[in-house]
């Protein structure tokens, strides 16, 4: 696509102080479901922007949701940056669903500002396991300007440590979901993430888990297979998970029935749970973790309805057996 007002040319701002890729871009295929793009400046004039989940791209958009504060293409004249690209949609689809604000899949932002009652820059990640913690690295990224790196400690063989986006806020004591994210995944088909190993011993991706409410969650199954886990050798290599996000475990359970993608068109919060199966007591470890891509599904997946039925019946089941452990402790 070519720019007019461009002066010296088109240019990317930096992040993390150092050069980013172009964000904010997302491409359509006919389903009119948009997904993020990767971009790059062609030339003085020119963006190129494309997507290998959306082979056959039909529309783009840049910075087209209601809030992004990332978006980073700009104008210059004589060196320095001038006009910022305004936010657009390069054709107009019928029944379009555009891409919200999913600040956390590059791992290139530590912080995030969000409107909400109190502003303030908030992490971008964080953990929920008191063995882990998060910070966003600039070293040994596997794309854009940074990657997430999770360090934890070991108790033993079995660890787990969990970790994930920063998608709630406390309002009155409450944890509320951001206003202006993406919390519908309906949409989407599937997940692919990098996975690095750096603990010297296989660890686990035990489950990524998607919470519908702050009792229950759905883990998507491992592409090709039946179970939401996924094993990452200590290789010190990078990884890709791939996760379908139409056959959904019920709390991970392998067991359960499956569910398809449309109860997650409301999602309250994400995390991704590891395991570290041969640890001691006193080991440490580390993984980074990198690039989340959400492909676009089909509007309608009418092959599990007897299942997201079973589903919801297993749900209140589950949610009424916890209630009465937490009444009963």
């Known amino acids: 696509m070519r720019f007019n007002n461009v002066g010296d040319g088109l240019a990317a701002a930096p992040s993390n102080g150092v050069e980013a890729p172009l964000y904010g871009f997302a491409v359509a295929g006919e389903n009119g479901v948009y997904v993020e793009a990767d971009a790059e400046i062609a030339a003085p004039d020119t963006v190129r922007v494309w997507s290998d989940l959306v082979p056959n791209p039909v529309s783009a958009s840049y910075a087209y949701s209601q809030v992004n504060n990332y978006s980073n293409l700009f104008a210059t004249e004589n060196g320095s940056f001038t006009l910022g690209a305004c936010a657009f949609v390069t054709r107009r ?50 794309s854009g300007s940074g990657a997430l790196r999770v360090d934890y400690k070991a108790f033993g063989a079995g660890t787990r440590f969990v970790f994930g986006p920063n998608l709630t806020y406390k309002k009155n004591l409450i944890p509320t979901a951001f206003p202006a994210v993406n919390r519908d995944y309906s949409l989407n088909d599937a997940v692919r993430f990098r996975v690095k190993n750096l603990s010297g011993r296989p660890v686990t991706l035990k489950e990524m888990r998607y919470y519908t409410t702050a009792l229950s969650w759905y883990s998507p199954c491992a592409a090709g297979t039946g179970s939401p886990s996924a094993d990452i050798p200590a290789d010190g290599q990078w990884h890709t998970v791939t996760l379908d996000l139409t056959r959904l475990c019920l709390y991970g359970d ?46 309608a997946v009418p092959d599990f309805g007897l299942n997201n039925l079973a589903a919801a019946f297993a749900l209140v089941v589950g949610m009424l057996s916890r209630l009465h452990h937490i009444v009963t402790f």
Do not use: M
């Not at 109860?263 to 973790?289: H, K, M, P, Q, W």
């Open 93 to 142: 689809l019928d029944g379009a669903r555009y891409t919200q604000d999913k600040y956390w899949s590059t791992c290139d932002f530590a912080e995030i500002w969000r409107e909400t009652s109190e502003p303030y820059f908030a992490p971008a990640f964080k953990a929920h396991t008191l063995n882990a913690s998060v910070a966003v690295t600039e070293t040994g990224v596997f």
């Open 254 to 299: 392998a067991k359960r029935f499956k569910a398809n993608g449309s109860v997650l068109e409301n999602v309250f919060d994400i995390r991704l749970v590891f395991g570290d199966e041969t640890a001691s007591i006193g080991d440490s470890g580390a993984v980074l973790v990198d690039e989340f891509r959400f492909s676009a599904g089909d509007a």
